[in-house]
């Protein structure tokens, strides 16, 4: 038997839990990413206020008296050129209240303006969801972006004010004088409803005036009218039609001495909502006869206006336009209380809210205020459960319900379709779902993380898989009550699905796992306080605190010894840090109460897989450890290992991050500002080119007993890149003892 033994593991995979797991993956992997050069493990990550430099500053403006970011959504317009970078946070009414119990605070819909590091308060009455409720959803359609929470009215936001969502009441009928038919006396004024036409200059016998200029029969005619109004908002939405306003009747008499056209006069012409820029005006042709003519209503005219409440008709009835909606064409917002939304070819997807939770309605292309009354689908009568999210994914509109996935196919011209594509699988974590390139769609699950794939024009079929077998106990630590709370997002940048869930009964998130496309494997990421994430248009993920200030900013000397909690807007970064603290000064406290400083880097830990070397029942003296890497300055480290799984570690030697066999290299002094050759400082004109780091291998003798088993760990605060590693053991033939017999108690 050969005993000199040292295979290398080229390739460091991320974690597999499973048993027995990939010989070169990770048993943990915790605050992990890739590096791009070498495809190894990138320790440098951490995460920073969106206030730049706030370690220099007393405040954070914006988040000031914050308590935990409810929701928040990056919205790009202009091809990325413009961001509205939105979220919504508790703020305290009262700075004695504590949070997040404090019942004067408010859930305000802000919105971040990071040039004045402050914030745009759109909406500041916001209804605070539940513990387990599912937060605020953001979904762009054309020019708005409609904003839902389930707990409140729908939203819209146009780029500069939130408007309401649909059409929330139909319009008032409009109110209409009657007509004189007599000529009025020099000086004198009609009855406030009547109102002559005899004296206008205009001849109203020609083309223009309703009614007829003489009776047909030779007795006088009776001449009926009746009108309609709608709301024409800005994105061509129309709103249902008002009520037929009352009649205006007259009668056009045999003598022709005052038969000429009439003209009708409005007053109060009811005004649309904010948004509407126009109002659409429909009218009757002439009902006469004896009402024997049904009142079918025509396009008369447009007031191009929402503030005009004077109108006058006098069109006649070969003018009138194309015939009036039906009263299916447009419908009041048929989802008041709806949760979430998707704009699928050109419409605007909605659930029916709690109220109605298994209906599914979409409004007409292009137009998100106008819905007709049979656009529905209602998936009561399949298992599956509530409709709990929508994700348009290629020529599908996927649709999450708690036990079962559907789609919707077609168009609306055609019509649309829903088939059931999964049952048995489903999810209430909505803000976990994202679109992964080269991927899918990717979600959590009360049971794990899933991937919906294929689904391309030309056959393609979908499919549902899990992805989350290799990390299968973390996944298990979930709270399954909270998985609504949990949020996930995919960066470009960073190549990477973030996935952040409440687990071991927390009622908050508190552990995160990442998807590495370039390893197509998983880590954790722990410390993160992430409640709700985005990415914006250059891949950078921002995230709300989950927790936010805790006690209210000490202002007053009264107040001395309450000292606050970072809060607010965080983006994750490669610098090493983990957020920021606050420091109460000592009295006396001018300018500023306190300080605000760096919390330093969080923690990094990995943990081989647990190595047989092909076959466990032979032991094993494992000799060395060899770690390639980078090199990086004089940061320290060891590495720690175990034998047959068991739970106690054994640390090696310290070692520096330099190539042993050469001159340490020159490194940067943070405390000292100038470059030193190990303790030694260098003068300006004695430094060299800057190094760039070294590909280098760290070795770590090791005193282990006989193994059948074998892994190695390292957990450092300081920057690291592992890219693979080796292990150099001598095999014995000592084999693992026959099973026990019996036991000693």
Request: charged share 20%; with cysteine.
């Amino acid at each position: 038997m050969n005993t000199d033994n040292k295979p290398q593991f080229k390739t460091v995979l991320g974690i597999d839990e499973r048993l027995p797991p990939v010989e070169n993956s990770s048993y943990k992997l915790i605050n992990w990413t890739v590096d791009q050069r070498s495809r190894g493990w990138d320790n440098r990550i951490g995460y920073e206020s969106l206030i730049p430099r706030i370690e220099n500053k007393t405040t954070w403006l914006g988040f000031q008296n914050g308590g935990p970011v409810n929701s928040v959504y990056s919205w790009n317009t202009h091809q990325g050129a413009k961001t509205h970078l939105l979220y919504e946070q508790a703020y305290a009414g009262a700075l004695t209240k504590a949070f997040p119990t404090d019942a004067n605070a408010n859930i305000s819909l802000c919105e971040w303006k990071g040039n004045i590091a402050d914030k745009i308060v759109h909406d500041n009455q916001r209804s605070v969801p539940a513990k387990d409720e599912i937060y605020t959803h953001y979904n762009p359609i054309g020019k708005n972006l409609v904003v839902l929470s389930g707990n409140g009215r729908p939203l819209r936001f146009d780029g500069v004010s939130l408007r309401p969502l649909g059409f929330l009441e139909i319009p008032s009928p409009p109110k209409c004088w009657g007509i004189a038919l007599t000529p009025l006396a020099a000086n004198s004024f009609s009855d406030v409803t009547l109102i002559p036409i005899i004296d206008y200059v205009v001849d109203f016998k020609q083309s223009y005036g309703l009614g007829t200029t003489t009776a047909s029969t030779g007795a006088d005619d009776t001449v009926k009218y009746r009108w309609k109004v709608s709301f024409l908002m800005d994105d061509g939405s129309e709103s249902p039609l008002s009520s037929a306003s009352i009649p205006v009747t007259w009668l056009t008499p045999a003598s022709t001495t005052y038969g000429q056209r009439q003209c009708v006069y409005f007053e109060d012409m009811p005004l649309g909502p904010e948004g509407c820029v126009a109002r659409l005006i429909y009218r009757t042709k002439n009902l006469s006869d004896g009402n024997t003519i049904a009142e079918t209503f025509y396009y008369c005219d447009v007031i191009a206006n929402n503030f005009e409440t004077n109108y006058v008709d006098y069109t006649k009835d070969t003018k009138l336009g194309a015939q009036a909606p039906d009263d299916d064409a447009s419908i009041l917002f048929p989802a008041p209380g709806a949760r979430f939304s998707a704009t699928f070819k050109n419409c605007l997807f909605t659930d029916g809210g709690q109220a109605d939770p298994q209906r599914i309605f979409n409004s007409q292309p292009l137009k998100p205020n106008q819905y007709r009354s049979l656009d529905f689908f209602d998936v009561g009568n399949r298992i599956g459960g509530d409709v709990t999210g929508f994700m348009p994914y290629y020529n599908n509109l996927i649709v999450f319900r708690e036990t079962a996935i559907d789609i919707i196919q077609g168009d609306a011209v055609n019509g649309f379709e829903i088939t059931p594509l999964s049952s048995g699988i489903g999810t209430r974590g909505l803000h976990t779902a994202a679109i992964v390139p080269e991927a899918g769609v990717i979600f959590m699950s009360h049971d794990g993380i899933y991937l919906i794939s294929g689904g391309f024009v030309g056959g393609s079929k979908m499919s549902v898989d899990k992805i989350s077998d290799p990390i299968l106990d973390t996944v298990k630590r979930l709270s399954p009550s909270m998985i609504g709370k949990a949020c996930g997002a995919y960066s470009p940048k960073w190549r990477e699905y973030h996935v952040y869930f409440a687990a071991d009964g927390s009622d908050r998130n508190t552990l995160g796992v990442v998807f590495h496309m370039d390893k197509k494997s998983w880590s954790v990421r722990e410390g993160f306080p992430v409640g709700c994430i985005t990415v914006d248009s250059r891949g950078e993920f921002i995230f709300g605190h989950n927790i936010g200030q805790v006690v209210p900013t000490p202002v007053f000397p009264i107040l001395a010894g309450m000292v606050p909690t970072e809060s607010g807007l965080f983006f994750i970064s490669r610098a090493r840090n983990a957020g920021h603290s606050v420091t109460l000064n000592t009295p006396p406290q001018a300018p500023a109460y306190y300080t605000i400083t760096e919390n330093g880097p969080p923690t990094s830990t990995w943990i081989s897989a647990n190595h047989t070397f092909g076959f466990a029942s032979i032991k094993k003296h494992v000799k060395n450890v060899f770690l390639n890497c980078y090199t990086e300055g004089s940061n320290t480290y060891s590495v720690f290992y175990n034998r047959d799984y068991s739970q106690a570690y054994t640390t090696s030697n310290i070692g520096l991050a330099q190539r042993p066999e050469f001159p340490e290299q020159y490194i940067y002094s943070a405390t000292t500002n100038e470059l030193v050759y190990g303790p030694t400082a260098v003068t300006a004109d004695t430094v060299p080119t800057w190094e760039i780091p070294y590909y280098t291998q760290l070795k770590f003798p090791i005193a282990q007993g006989a193994a059948s088993v074998f892994s190695v760990g390292i957990q450092t605060t300081q920057d690291f890149i592992l890219i693979d590693y080796s292990l150099e053991f001598n095999a014995s033939n000592t084999e693992t003892k026959a099973a026990r017999s019996t036991s000693a108690y």
